[in-house]
């Protein structure tokens, strides 16, 4: 099969930007050949054009989707960048928790909303619900809600099983931790069913109104905006200023920072880490 021509490359670069908000450069030609290779040899076509026209003339959708789960990096582990789950359960969480009690009363069940925006295959969000269990042992004893989005079908579908091959779980997860909160499962690991019921996951583009959601008082979004670009940036970050609560925290990667591209952030830090808040209106 030919090479990823000049022109080829501006069609799937204008392609992926459209579906995923990922903008590719000249030097990423590579990445889409090897990554839509495959999917051109298995549907018995010609070449990168003939496979692009199939796409689009796919009413429904299905192809693009394939095309976006090959694209999309789903590179993750368990308490990867341990810092951030550190900081949620040392600092933001017990925050937020004493200052919904002030508001509501001892005796008021808390409410906790969190949103793991771009959870790919799901190591995220049991990472975040371990460390909530840990640091609050009984959590029906709270209103929590953990909303976990990606853009591929398939991180979706294996985030929602939770089911993770012994090779996935030993990248980040300590040993204490895999035997309280998995069991053993035709050879790997399955997430226990008491923190598997405090997710909820569905397929969502991040460049997508997201404001039927409500208000959430934490949102994960690491290692994602990396890949867009500047304007597009501004836009995702300016709609999760909307939806997070005044006294909420947004979580990016450890590389990131919303210098220069979200003023409505201020940066605030716990030993090693670094989280947002909304600044005072």
Known sequence: MAALSTEEFTVYAKLVRDLTGIALDASKGYLIETRLEPLVRELGLKGYSELYYRIKSD?????????IDRITTQETSFFRDASPFEMLKFKIVP???DARRKLAGPKAKVALRIWS???STGQEVYSIL???????GDLSAYSIRLLATDISDSAIAKASKGFYASADIV????PELLQRHFIVENGGYRIRDDLRAFATFKRWNLFEDFASFGYFDVIFCRNVAIYFTEDDK???FGRFERVLEKDGALIIGSTESLLGTATGFEAMRHLRAVYYRKKPA
């Open 59 to 67: 009413a429904s959708g299905a192809l693009a989707r394939r095309v």
């Open 95 to 97: 925050e937020l928790i």
């Open 117 to 119: 925006a771009a959870c």
């Open 130 to 136: 371990i460390a909530l269990k840990e640091l609050l």
């Open 171 to 174: 990248r980040g997860m300590p």
């Open 234 to 236: 501004r836009k995702l």
